[in-house]
């Protein structure tokens, strides 16, 4: 969901299942309307993971996989980040996108290779993604070219967490913008989040302070976190 340029009402945008078709619909004091169908980016064949706006309502990003041949255990399944350009006041998606990241992963995550979440900083100029084989990348928006901007950020949730973060792999799921600007990783299944303390800031500066935050006594963290607006958590309509 992305907020329209008005500032008071919202665009809701799905994609449709093997195709690259996004369909968008404005939800407005008058009900809802629509869609505006863009198509553009890779074709979604198995199913999108995620899909993220940006908190400034100019940029999208999409976690998509894509079947990439068969060994012996079964089909290989490819997933793709993808960034892309939207226009908050007509609720199309550019046809400008840019792949970011693509991993294989094997059957049975024999190939320790998948993308677990991805989320902008709160101030919409840096772009983060996490996985297995992957760990913690961050992009620069800003950059003439954002794939070469790749940076590999360590981040540890301290000694005896089931659930580290490193350049070696994650086991965290998702990653959501939070009202405290801050960028929490949840677990694939925990009791502990990851916090990424100063999300808006280049490189290792990022992380700062705690890097973890333990969940209370009985409750649990399981595939990540529910759905969140981004820019309607940190800039709440009046």
């Given at each position: 969901?992305?907020r329209h340029?008005?500032?008071?009402d919202?665009w809701?945008?799905?994609s449709?299942?093997?195709?690259?078709?996004f369909?968008t619909?404005l939800v407005?004091?008058?009900?809802?309307?629509?869609?505006?169908?863009s198509?553009?980016g890779?074709?979604d064949?198995?199913?999108?993971m995620?899909?993220?706006?940006?908190?400034l309502?100019?940029?999208?990003?999409?976690?998509?996989?894509?079947?990439?041949?068969?060994?012996?255990?079964g089909?290989i399944?490819r997933?793709y980040?993808?960034?892309?350009?939207f226009d908050?006041?007509?609720g199309k998606?550019c046809?400008?996108?840019?792949?970011?990241?693509?991993?294989?992963?094997a059957?049975?995550?024999?190939?320790?290779?998948w993308?677990?979440g991805?989320?902008?900083s709160?101030?919409?100029k840096?772009?983060?993604?996490?996985?297995?084989?992957?760990g913690?990348?961050?992009?620069?928006l800003?950059?003439a070219?954002i794939?070469a901007?790749q940076l590999?950020?360590?981040?540890?949730?301290?000694a005896?967490?089931?659930?580290?973060?490193?350049?070696?792999?994650?086991?965290?799921?998702?990653?959501q913008?939070?009202?405290d600007g801050?960028?929490?990783?949840g677990?694939?299944?925990?009791?502990?989040?990851g916090v990424i303390g100063?999300?808006?800031?280049?490189?290792?500066?990022?992380i700062?302070?705690?890097?973890?935050f333990?969940?209370?006594?009985g409750?649990?963290c399981?595939?990540g976190f529910?759905n969140?607006i981004?820019?309607f958590?940190?800039?709440?309509?009046?």
């Open positions: 969901v992305v340029c008005n500032g008071s919202f809701v945008i799905t449709l299942h093997n195709t690259n078709h369909y619909y407005s004091s008058s009900g809802i309307s629509g869609p505006v169908i198509k553009v890779p074709v064949q198995v199913g999108t995620h899909l993220k706006s940006s908190p309502g100019d940029k999208l990003a999409t976690v998509m996989q894509q079947e990439d041949g068969v060994d012996i255990e089909i399944m997933n980040v993808t960034l892309y350009d908050n006041c007509t998606i046809e400008n996108y840019l792949c970011v990241n693509d991993t294989s992963r059957p049975q995550d024999n190939v320790d290779q993308i677990g991805i989320s902008f709160p101030d919409g840096l772009f983060y993604l996490m996985g297995s084989g992957v913690l990348l961050q992009y620069d800003k950059a070219d794939k901007s590999s950020i360590s981040i540890s949730l301290g005896g967490s089931s659930n580290p973060i490193s350049s070696g792999g994650s086991s965290f799921l998702d990653i913008i939070a009202p801050k960028l929490y990783t677990p694939m299944a925990g009791d502990t989040l100063r999300p808006n800031l280049r490189g290792q500066a990022c700062s302070g705690p890097t973890k333990a969940l209370a006594f409750k649990y399981w595939a529910p969140n981004s820019g958590t940190l800039f709440p309509p009046n």
